[in-house]
């Protein structure tokens, strides 16, 4: 199935959007399944969009356009919603002409047919997702993939004077209003987390604090510094600074949460809120080895931290288990970090861009595929405790379909992974189409793991399909031409 969203396209709700849901999505994709609304949003086509004239009105445009399925508000006390809009007006929508039955016929063709593909009309016993065993969930395979997926997930996004990794055996002292963070680092929607509880029992997460006092062979200490991300009054500050002062070692965690992002709760700015900064700066003051810690979702402008002597850890959101993950990085016990998937501006973007205006390509540009300006860590960007070389074998191939390989090599001392991007960039798009200004595009990334001194080839299968760009009209188009290809490590060890 497909979600329609809360947003107008073009001027029309996406949900009553018949461009967007029949033309697009039905009869230029192929698209065969069924199309549900997000909570609410049939009802916005009236409410906040003002786009329909009445409660049946709205009903009719969103299953004209190809709605199948609304998505209402659960009643207090029922685990399900057993009323909707289109329960409650589709009929008065038939009978004034507003819609037909056809109409209606169809999405319950289409919200049917996929239970029909899924088996869910079949005897039970001929259903797989009946028979899946209790001993299924959790096992030690999956959770050894959730833990080694959270710890690739993980960015080292500067580490000055080699602060990291910490030295087992020290004193470090854990500072910040996220140092103790349970279900914050678990974003939201969510279900039960812990065994017995209610859906807001994180009791059984464990925190940084927690998990770098069990890696950590010598003393932690802690203090919190501010009581949430939103704090403003620095009455905590001198016992943060004076616990840093006793400390070898200093970890900041630091951030966003709930209160601050999310959905329908939009941000303004695009730096740490609160007077989180500076904390942090009093924090540097000390002379201590500090690293700072980042928990968020979306991006963070660090503007005055750029430069600073302190080493910094995008950890965003990360997960049931990213306290171990994190202390496991810190500590130097896993060498396997990530890489940037979004580009992160400095503050001002924020106010010298407008943010309503959906153009990527207008300048100074969107994400890291039109972006003119100096972002303060681009897309792709991620440190390793060791460093890494990348060569091409041999002369690369000049046409497509090919093959291009690559040589990796550790040449540090210690073991890690790299990831390897393939970015490529048209050379002759016809100056009218926005792909024109396209700087790289991702086609592909490979992560390899190697011991200190050891190679390995990495091969990039490249089809012409692989360098599409879009039209003007949205439409996906591989234009005649010559492109480079690039594949890079994101931190300077490339080739073209």
């Not at 445009?61 to 007006?89: E, F, M, N, R």
């Not at 593909?117 to 079949?122: A, H, Q, S, T, Y």
């Not at 991620?382 to 890494?388: A, M, R």
Request: aromatic share 10%.
């Amino acid at each position: 199935g497909v979600m329609c969203s809360y947003n107008a396209i073009n001027g029309v709700p996406s949900c009553a959007n018949d461009f967007l849901l029949n033309t697009t999505l039905r009869s230029s994709w192929g698209f065969e399944g069924y199309v549900t609304s997000d909570s609410g949003a049939v009802e916005d086509i009236l409410n906040n969009h003002h786009y329909a004239n009445n409660q049946s009105d709205a009903v009719a445009d969103a299953l004209k356009a190809g709605c199948d399925v609304i998505s209402a508000s659960w009643p207090k006390d029922q685990p399900w919603s057993t009323g909707s809009w289109y329960i409650d007006h589709a009929g008065d929508a038939i009978q004034s002409g507003l819609m037909t039955e056809a109409d209606l016929d169809r999405a319950v063709f289409n919200a049917l047919w996929i239970r029909f593909r899924l088996g869910l009309f079949d005897p039970i016993n001929d259903q797989p997702y009946w028979h899946v065993p209790p001993e299924a969930v959790r096992t030690e395979a999956n959770e050894n993939l959730a833990k080694d997926a959270t710890v690739q997930s993980l960015v080292l996004l500067q580490n000055p004077s080699n602060i990291l990794p910490l030295a087992q055996g020290r004193t470090v002292a854990v500072i910040g209003p996220l140092g103790k963070a349970q279900g914050i680092m678990l974003g939201n929607y969510l279900g039960q987390i812990c065994p017995g509880g209610s859906v807001s029992d994180y009791s059984c997460v464990q925190t940084p604090l927690d998990a770098i006092q069990k890696t950590n062979t010598g003393t932690t200490l802690y203090s919190q510094g501010l009581k949430s991300v939103t704090d403003t009054s620095m009455s905590g500050f001198a016992s943060a600074v004076a616990t840093a002062k006793q400390a070898d070692y200093v970890i900041g965690f630091f951030g966003l949460d709930g209160s601050v992002e999310g959905e329908g709760h939009d941000r303004h700015n695009i730096t740490l809120p609160g007077v989180q900064e500076q904390l942090i700066e009093s924090l540097i003051a000390t002379g201590k080895p500090v690293t700072i810690v980042l928990m968020n979702g979306g991006i963070v402008a660090i503007d005055s931290l750029r430069t600073a002597p302190a080493a910094i850890v995008e950890a965003w959101y990360s997960g049931f288990y990213g306290g171990q993950a994190i202390a496991d990085a810190l500590f130097g016990r896993r060498n396997s970090w990530g890489k940037m998937p979004v580009t992160v501006y400095d503050s001002k973007f924020t106010e010298e861009f407008d943010m309503l205006d959906f153009n990527m390509s207008q300048a100074p540009g969107r994400t890291y595929r039109y972006f003119t300006g100096m972002p303060l860590y681009p897309f792709g960007h991620g440190l390793s405790y060791t460093t890494f070389s990348i060569e091409f074998p041999a002369e690369p191939p000049r046409s497509l379909p090919n093959d291009f390989t690559v040589t990796v090599t550790n040449t540090g001392s210690v073991a890690g992974d790299e990831v390897i991007m393939g970015f490529f960039y048209p050379l002759d798009i016809p100056a009218t189409s926005p792909a024109s200004k396209l700087i790289k595009q991702l086609f592909g990334f490979e992560r390899v793991t190697l011991q200190p001194g050891a190679s390995t080839n990495v091969t990039f299968s490249v089809t012409e399909d692989q360098l599409a760009t879009f039209n003007s009209a949205g439409d996906r188009v591989i234009y005649r031409g010559r492109y480079d290809l690039v594949f890079s490590n994101g931190i300077g060890a490339e080739r073209k």
